[in-house]
């Protein structure tokens, strides 16, 4: 990996974009920031802090931009405001109740240009790349491999970092052949990235064909349906063998037998790729 470290000396960022202002004011913070009993929702950065970060991100309309932490789903509403319907916000959260969380509030809050999914942040999204810009709620050591190649040359990546007890925030510039060069840094301390545990959750959405989402990931919306479908089609989620609850269609009764030859399981993440980049709007010549 080439990683270019700018000087040591924190650089504070001003000027703003309006389209951050914007979203600011658009997206009510409570409805994500609060749970049903009205108790802050802990899995949410400072307003402060979310705000500085996207004004390094530099979003402009109709960029896809990766976000590694969904969390209350705050940030994640934020960058679909400001990518806008031409855009697409791929968010990764390694909590998978804080991601069905995010699934049932965005879009009730009219944001349909959003994929969730829990697994391990560090490996990113491959099925939606190449991303314009990324942003990570948790801190690394490194840039992961994974963000590298999986942005466009030219991405800008904001990161929390921390070494040696150090801790800050850096945006880096992604250049050819996969380096990332810092461009600059500002304050910020962050938890560490978290490795994910693993699991296999089969889902339902608007097609009729069920499908597994295997391994170490839950995605939202089900592959085979948009985002605007999948609002009133609540996932089924099933051991192997269970049955599925009263009124499910036939097709959808049982879980099919889990295939782990090295073939299924190709055959299977070329079917989310496949999926993903068709609801991105993605051409593959």
């Known amino acids: 990996m080439t990683e270019r470290a700018a ?3 924190a650089t504070v960022v001003d000027g703003a974009p309006d389209r951050v202002s914007r979203a600011l004011e658009d997206v009510p913070r409570p409805y994500y920031c609060l749970d049903e009993r009205g108790q802050p929702v ?6 402060e802090m979310i705000e500085r970060m996207l004004r390094l991100l530099e979003v402009a309309s109709g960029q896809r931009v990766l976000e590694i ?5 705050f ?3 934020l960058l679909s405001h400001m990518v806008g319907n031409d855009g697409a916000v791929c968010s990764v959260d390694v909590d998978r109740e804080m991601s069905e969380r995010a699934a049932r509030l965005l879009p009730l809050a009219g944001h349909s240009n959003v994929l969730l999914r829990t697994g391990d942040g560090r490996k990113g999204w491959a099925e939606c790349a190449p991303f314009d810009r ?3 709620w948790a801190a690394a050591s490194v840039v992961p491999r994974a963000w ?4 466009r040359d030219g991405a800008i990546l904001v990161v929390p970092m921390r070494r040696k007890g150090q801790a800050w925030v850096s945006r880096y510039r992604r250049g050819r052949g996969g380096s990332v060069i810092e461009e600059l840094r500002t304050h910020g301390s962050f938890i560490p990235l978290t490795i994910s545990q693993s699991w296999s959750v089969p889902i339902r959405g608007g097609s009729d064909t069920p499908y597994a989402v295997s391994p170490v990931s839950w995605t939202w919306p089900p592959c085979g349906a948009t985002s605007r479908q999948a609002t009133t089609t609540k996932p089924i989620k099933l051991r192997p063998g269970r049955a599925a609850p009263p009124g499910t269609p036939a097709s959808h009764r049982t879980t099919p037998p889990t295939n782990t030859s090295a073939s299924a399981i190709h055959q299977k993440r070329d079917v989310r790729r496949a999926a993903c980049r068709r609801m991105l709007g993605i051409v593959d010549h």
Not at 42 to 47: F, G, I, K
Not at 69 to 73: I, Y
Not at 148 to 151: D, G, I, K, L, S
Request: glycine share 12%; no cysteine; charged share 15%.
């Open 7 to 9: 000087p040591d000396r």
């Open 75 to 77: 940030s994640t509403a």
């Open 42 to 47: 802990h899995q949410t950065s400072a307003t």
């Open 69 to 73: 932490g969904t969390g209350s789903g």
């Open 148 to 151: 590298r190649e999986q942005t």
């Open 134 to 136: 990324l942003v990570a």
